[in-house]
Nanobody
Framework: QVRLEESGGGLVQAGDSLRLSCAAS????????MAWFRQAPGKEREFVSV????????YYKDSLKGRFAISRDNAKNTVYLQMNSLKPEDTAVYYC?????????????????WGQGTQVTVSS
């Protein structure tokens, strides 16, 4: 069983930056594809970004390219999401997720493990 724990959320103003972290338990982290999803109030959860086990392959929701950056440190069992130039529409609960077979995918159903989420609120 893998446990994922997000941190780093909070209340910020438009234009600010935040870095989310997701710490994972277990020795197999370095072989997992890791992703971030988010769910805004009243909306369905959506894909944000994904990173391959090696860290060399990344993919983003089109509208977030250039503002968000995903990275990982396999030595620390942690994946990060750097969010810059935040907008009120980025307000959501952000979740990290892990795919244990290394599949690079944007589909929620392909992820085996999920964190509890961290709230990000961006005020205008």
């Amino acid at each position: 069983q893998v446990r994922l724990e997000e941190s780093g959320g909070g209340l910020v103003q438009a234009g600010d930056s935040l870095r989310l972290s997701c710490a994972a338990s277990g020795r197999a982290f370095s072989s997992y594809t890791m992703a971030w999803f988010r769910q805004a109030p009243g909306k369905e959860r959506e894909f944000v970004s994904v990173i391959a086990w090696s860290g060399t392959g990344t993919y983003y929701k089109d509208s977030l390219k250039g503002r968000f950056a995903i990275s990982r440190d396999n030595a620390k069992n942690t994946v990060y999401l750097q969010m810059n130039s935040l907008k009120p529409e980025d307000t959501a609960v952000y979740y990290c997720a892990a795919n244990r077979i290394g599949l690079i995918t944007t589909k929620q159903g392909d992820y085996d493990y999920w964190g509890q989420g961290t709230q990000v609120t961006v005020s205008s």
